[in-house]
């Protein structure tokens, strides 16, 4: 019995590797969310004006990623949605900072 039970837990070990891998090499949904969240807040918080280059960034940033992704290059769409969050946090500092008196 003990030989039955230790094959058991090795084989889901090994499914729930497979399936957290499989999950990583996935489509990244929440990259690309957060990249249009962060777009979003710049904007809202004027950075239109204030930060023009950074929100620009992220903006290209995030229409490459969005091409990778219909490419199905999951790795580069998932790169690209991380450096348009990037920027466009940096975009909603400066904007933050702008808006100080």
Request: charged share 15%; glycine share 4%; aromatic share 2%.
């Amino acid at each position: 019995m003990r030989t039955s039970l230790a094959g058991h837990g090795a084989a889901l070990i090994a499914t729930a590797l497979m399936w957290a891998l499989t999950a990583c090499a996935g489509a990244p949904v929440q990259e690309m969310s957060d990249a249009r969240q962060a777009i979003s807040a710049a904007r809202a918080a004027g950075a239109a004006e204030t930060a023009p280059e950074p929100l620009a960034q992220a903006t290209e940033l995030l229409a490459s990623a969005e091409q990778a992704l219909q490419r199905h290059d999951y790795p580069t769409a998932r790169r690209q949605a991380e450096k348009a969050r990037a920027q466009a946090v940096t975009a909603l500092n400066l904007a933050s900072k702008a808006a100080q008196p």
